[in-house]
């Protein structure tokens, strides 16, 4: 099997992020990694729909969501995966320098759409949603809880790639790193969409 | 980059930084072993409690304590593990790679599985066990006191996120890591079943992980999720928990039909009969799989048509499951077989087996498990596939593969005796369990009354357990009694795959070169039509190899105190944890580790001495 | 023997020139799809928001255009549809396979209206 020195470049490749059989591990690797987190989100939403019916007379979806400003969050969220891809499109032209400021407009985005979040969850407990009031609510927060845990963990995941390889050019050890973090980001904007969809408009609308 | 060997001298440094997958799978092995012995002396202490009717041995909440732990540590702790040892020992030498894909990950993953075993045991000694049974159905386990459930969640959240790392791992070393030639359909059928097994550990596990976690919620943080007063509901754990487990049981299982389908035809001396037939059955098994959970919840009350659907897919897993039985049959038939103990445990799965297979189609009939539910049938049913199956794979694969993974052979003699003992002590045990499921005897029941005529077979039953424990006792004395049968243990069954072309036990890197695989059967392929040796799809160079690390036990380390925090709340310790945990993963991002190179001439003389 | 690659050394270069066109395109792919993709979030959201439509046209509609859109996420974003990721897809669409039926089996399985 193709042993990491058969590749012998350090041109830039086409792909660096795939040139070498680390990387191609990776890169493999983590999208399997996904297609188990599909099943997780899966999990989460099946039990957030089984159960938003059961507010146990405290607020329900319709009483609380503020539908603008999870549209203005999605928006948000949406721009931040546009910035990821032009970081790697840079990345593959050799552009260390676009790379890490595409990278760290994903990072702000994130850190902007976390902070709506935060808020979000506070204002609902001000209104009297919380974590034990109700099945509804346990599993509300269960399921946004975990997709916001994700989005910090990306926050800090890019962040320590960015400060780590701020100096280091691109190579055939961060260029894997990089895309997988892009992955992982791309995942999370993926799993939003669809909780966008069916937490929140259902939740208004049906 | 260094060319020099990193590695140190000191041996136990040595096996607690390792990333090697042969000395992983030896550490698997070894873990899976330990929590088998445990899981069969809990075994033990319920069949002596149940010998006669109203004994008083035990009291009931050990009963219950002893009776999920067995579940748990048996499936979880010993079955899953010791099929890891061999799927890490065997898999990367039958492909013809050096290492699998993520060495480091791999580490990570047997940790994790060791520190969450441990974990979970912990709970004996500080104020009992977990005692809602392996499947910890709720309410009974949400309203469960003192802290046993909650060892029970954090012990296999632990250990089930190692086997969610180990089962990504061996997927992609299967697809990225062959060696030149060796195409899909051309992988060694234990490669093929470990590697659908680990496509249904993907998908499995992250629903167990999410009912571990909202159990966890509802114990430790108030959570409702089941709670029905206040709009929970209790079905969603049993369909959480069952989309876990059932794939599970074909994890389990697959794995082993794979040993069984390397054992037969090298001892038939013939190739594996439909060989293709045997990869789609695999596949369909692990299809189906999947779509089948809720035949464990028959009674639970979903509706006819929900039964009846279900049903079905159920009894569709017998056409795959009997592709696979009538494909070992034919390559048996017509064979020169030799009935050696590795052997012998293949031949004693065939039947075994069946009957445990036939007892479920009788359990899918969903109108019938009304009646079956909660009885000793159901007990009966999954220790004979269980048993049947997955045990009677472990041990065959432990009697193939030993020369290879340890460099002696087991005792023959001690093996067959081993092998009667346990057969018979497995049947005596089991065989009666249908007959007092059918008289009505609940399963998980402490005791039960003088008149109610099941003091015969339960005490018949007991005797079988010892049986079985007699026969066991006896393979691990010959472990140690055989160590002395070192001549012909590289290629001593006359093998076909990739893993006998090299030294018993292997060279650290495996191969010296990568070989070149010309079809099927690599190595039978060359005896026959070549000139016995693999030819190599490299010339002799530089080979590169992980450099070993400490990072994986510190991480599974500071995931273990974490634990111990969420279970007492103590946040300042879930806080210590965590940060161990996340400081070592960060170590790992910022400290670039790329491995090292052996140079050629440390192989050539490998070679030389070899 | 050849020296070993360092992959720590940071590539020198240009990208060749088929590359930097294919690159080209592929930003300008990606940024038609992301406007796109904020028009369907809009229209999804409008059609809740406003009370012009009604919800048993709405409900529908606003689930098919989040699996569009989850769909140009994966094939335009994540590059899913490029060459050699078999594997990829096999993995991804078996998840949601079993993540949709775990999402049916929670909704209507669940002991409340019986099948």
Redesign the interface.
């Known amino acids: 099997?193709a042993?990491?020195?058969a590749?012998?470049?350090?041109?830039?490749?086409?792909n660096?992020e795939t040139a070498?059989?680390?990387g191609?591990?990776k890169y493999?690797?983590f999208?399997?990694?996904?297609?188990?987190?599909?099943?997780?989100?899966?999990?989460?939403?099946?039990?957030y729909?089984?159960?938003r019916?059961?507010?146990?007379d405290g607020p329900g979806p319709a009483d609380l969501f503020h539908?603008?400003l999870v549209?203005i969050m999605?928006?948000i969220l949406?721009?931040s995966?546009?910035t990821s891809?032009?970081a790697i499109?840079n990345m593959?032209?050799?552009s260390?320098k676009k790379l890490l400021g595409w990278m760290w407009g994903t990072v702000i985005l994130g850190a902007a759409f976390l902070g709506f979040e935060i808020y979000e969850f506070y204002d609902y407990y001000q209104q009297g949603l919380g974590?034990?009031?109700?099945?509804?609510?346990?599993?509300f927060y269960?399921l946004v809880g975990t997709h916001g845990a994700h989005v910090l963990f990306g926050i800090l995941?890019i962040s320590?790639?960015l400060i780590?390889y701020r100096n280091?050019?691109?190579?055939?050890?961060n260029?894997p790193?990089f895309n997988t973090a892009v992955?992982y980001w791309?995942?999370i904007?993926?799993v939003w969409?669809?909780i966008?969809?069916?937490v929140y408009?259902?939740g208004?609308?049906? | 980059m260094s060319t020099a060997q990193t590695g140190s001298k000191n041996v136990i440094w040595d096996w607690l930084t390792t990333v090697d997958h042969k000395k992983i799978g030896i550490l698997y092995l070894a873990g899976g072993a330990f929590f088998f012995v445990l899981g069969g002396i809990e075994a033990i202490l319920m069949r002596i409690q149940l010998m006669f009717p109203e004994f008083t041995f035990l009291g009931a909440q050990t009963f219950n304590e002893l009776l999920t732990m067995h579940g748990t540590t048996m499936i979880f702790l010993a079955a899953m593990p010791l099929l890891f040892g061999f799927m890490n020992f065997i898999i990367p030498l039958q492909i013809g790679a050096r290492d699998v894909a993520f060495p480091f990950l791999n580490a990570l993953g047997f940790w994790l599985f060791l520190f969450g075993g441990l974990l979970l045991n912990v709970s004996w000694f500080t104020g009992g066990a977990p005692d809602a049974g392996w499947t910890a159905y709720v309410p009974l386990s949400s309203e469960s006191a003192g802290q046993g459930l909650d060892y029970y969640l954090l012990g296999l959240q632990v250990s089930g996120l190692g086997t969610l790392i180990g089962g990504i791992n061996f997927l992609v070393t299967v697809i990225n890591m062959r060696a030149p030639g060796m195409s899909m359909m051309r992988m060694p059928l234990f490669t093929w079943s470990s590697f659908v097994a680990s496509m249904l550990i993907l998908f499995a596990f992250p629903a167990l992980t999410i009912g571990l976690l909202l159990l966890m919620l509802e114990r430790l943080f108030g959570g409702q999720f089941f709670a029905v007063d206040f709009g929970g509901n209790v079905i969603i754990w049993q369909h959480l928990f069952w989309i876990f487990g059932h794939p599970e049981v074909y994890i389990l299982i697959l794995p082993a039909f794979g040993i069984f389908s390397e054992v037969i035809p090298t001892f038939a001396k013939k190739r594996l009969f439909g060989y293709s037939a045997m990869v789609f059955a695999t596949l369909i098994i692990g299809f189906l799989g999947f779509m089948v959970w809720a035949h464990h919840m028959f009674t639970v009350g979903m509706g006819p048509v929900a039964n009846a659907i279900f049903a079905v897919a159920t009894m569709a897993i017998a056409v795959p499951t009997g592709i696979k039985i009538f494909n070992w049959l034919l390559t048996l038939w017509g064979g020169r077989i030799r009935f050696t103990t590795a052997n012998l445990w293949a031949l004693g799965f065939i039947p075994s087996f069946v009957m445990g297979g036939v007892t479920g189609v009788m359990l899918a009939v969903s109108a019938a498990n009304y009646q079956f539910h909660d009885t000793y049938f159901v007990v009966a049913h999954f220790h004979y596939v269980i048993i049947g199956g997955v045990v009677f794979g472990l041990f065959a694969g432990a009697y193939f593969w030993w020369p290879k993974m340890f460099g002696y052979r087991l005792n023959e003699t001690m093996g067959k005796w081993f092998f009667w003992l346990f057969l018979i002590g497995f049947h005596l045990t089991f065989f009666v369990q249908h007959f007092l499921g059918l008289l009505g005897m609940q399963r998980r029941v402490a005791s039960y009354l003088e008149g109610q005529g099941f003091g015969d077979m339960n005490f018949v039953s007991t005797m079988g357990a010892f049986l079985m424990s007699i026969a066991f006792i006896i393979f691990l004395i010959s472990i140690f009694t055989s160590k002395k049968n070192t001549e012909n243990v590289n290629d001593p069954w006359d093998g076909r795959s990739l893993e006998w072309t090299t030294t018993s036990p292997p060279l650290h890197y495996n191969y010296p070169q990568t070989p070149l695989v010309r079809g099927l059967d690599a190595f039978w392929l060359e005896k026959y039509e070549g000139d016995g040796r693999m030819k190599a799809a490299e010339p002799l160079g530089d080979i590169h190899m992980p450099n070993p690390t400490i990072l994986p036990i510190v991480i599974s380390l500071g995931l273990t105190i974490a634990s111990f925090g969420f279970i007492y709340l103590v946040y300042w310790l879930i806080f210590v944890g965590l940060g161990i945990t996340f400081g070592a993963m960060f170590i790992r991002s910022v400290k670039e580790d790329h491995g090292h190179h052996i140079p050629v001439d440390e192989i050539k003389r490998d070679l030389e001495e070899g | 023997m050849s020296e070993h690659v360092d992959p720590t050394a940071p590539l020198q270069g240009e990208p060749s020139k088929s590359t930097e066109r294919k690159l080209r395109k592929e930003a300008r792919v990606q940024i038609v799809s992301y406007f796109l993709m904020i028009f369907m979030t809009s229209l999804a959201f409008f059609s809740i928001a406003s009370d012009a439509v009604d919800s048993s046209f709405a409900i529908p509609f606003i689930v098919i255009v989040g699996a569009v859109q989850v769909v140009m996420q994966l094939y335009v974003f994540m590059h899913m549809g490029e060459k050699g990721t078999g594997w990829i897809n096999t993995m991804i669409w078996s998840g949601i396979l079993i993540a949709a039926l775990t999402v049916g089996a929670l909704m209507f399985l669940i002991g409340i209206v019986k099948y």
């Open positions: 099997m042993e990491q020195q590749s012998t470049y350090e041109q830039l490749p086409p660096p070498t059989l680390d191609r591990n493999l690797g999208w399997f990694f996904l297609g188990g987190e599909t099943v997780l989100f899966g999990s989460l939403i099946g039990t729909l089984g159960l019916a059961g507010t146990a539908l603008d549209f999605t928006m949406l721009t995966s546009l891809v032009m499109i593959k032209r050799g260390h974590f034990g009031t109700s099945a509804f609510s346990s599993a269960a995941w320590t790639l780590r280091s050019g691109i190579t055939l050890t260029a790193k992955l791309h995942f904007d993926v969409v669809f966008f969809t069916v408009l259902l208004i609308g049906g």
